[in-house]
């Protein structure tokens, strides 16, 4: 598997979210869209974590 | 024949190898589709209820996608966490709060253009920045046997010893914020 496409689904679900944001008027909504948006960066921070095995998001341009 | 029977030889090398890869992609590309049509159902429906539904397969779907990286000890507590607690949180606070139950007009504002323009651009733009950084780095994973193999409990370890180890005062900080934050949130909700 390659890292790009968590990164990939993880930056969609982002971008998703902060539509939500945007156009939401309901408080519980933009509630949810911000959720959408913490679960991307979570993915980010396990996938970038996972070719090492230092557990920190490292997400650094490595091998 | 030689040349007619390569794609085969590649086939057998592929089933032959102890691998998970070809499954594992199968399985990413399902759910990270089942997990966008989510997202965007999230977004759009006109149904608060259905929207806090749609996050429940958004939130499993990143459940899995833990475990595709073999962070199992972050999947079960995604699923703990989230599943379990967040969207009956969101249900409740749906219940108890004049949301409207029903079918409503009115949650979206008209900003619906903006959204779609930022949304896109932001798509784009990480998107190019991912992949011009991280190019074909592949995830170097060793497959292992069984559940309680040594493998298999070497990252849920190294997470352990991450916290509790160099990570120890920011995890103790965040404890006191959060507790911080519900007293916070008793006060705000009294009205005495």
């Known amino acids: 598997m390659l890292l790009n496409q968590f990164l990939l689904l993880a930056a969609i679900l982002f971008s998703i979210g902060v539509y939500g944001v945007i156009v939401r008027r309901n408080g519980v909504l933009v509630l949810m869209s911000i959720e959408l948006i913490l679960n991307s960066v979570n993915i980010n921070l396990i996938a970038c974590s996972a070719p090492t095995t230092a557990s920190v998001g490292r997400c650094s341009p490595c091998s | 024949m030689t040349a007619l029977l390569t794609p085969f030889a590649a086939l057998a090398q592929v089933t032959t190898e102890h691998t998970f890869e070809v499954p594992a992609n199968v399985v990413f590309y399902v759910v990270a589709a089942f997990m966008v049509f989510a ?7 006109d149904n608060i209820v259905h929207a ?3 996050l429940i397969v958004v939130l499993a779907g990143v459940g899995l996608n833990f475990l595709l ?7 079960v507590t995604q699923v703990l966490v989230y599943l379990g607690a967040i969207v009956v949180l969101f249900l409740f606070g749906i219940m108890l709060t004049r949301a409207p139950l029903g079918r409503a007009d009115d949650l979206d504002n008209d900003q619906r253009p903006i959204g779609i323009v930022v949304g ?4 784009s733009v990480i998107g190019f920045a991912v992949i011009r950084t991280f190019g074909s780095d592949k995830l170097t994973f060793e497959a292992y046997a069984g559940p309680m193999a040594e493998a298999g409990n070497q990252r849920t370890t ?9 990570q120890l005062i920011p995890f103790e900080v965040l404890s006191v914020l959060l507790t911080a934050a519900l007293i916070g949130a008793i006060v705000l909700a009294r009205r005495d």
Do not use: H
Request: hydrophobic share 65%; net charge negative.
């Open chain 2, 120 to 123: 896109v651009l932001l798509t």
């Open chain 2, 69 to 75: 990286l073999q962070a199992e000890f972050v999947a």
């Open chain 2, 39 to 45: 997202a965007i159902r999230v977004v759009t429906t």
């Open chain 2, 52 to 54: 806090a539904l749609w």
């Open chain 2, 158 to 166: 190294a997470l352990a010893n991450e916290i509790f180890g160099p």
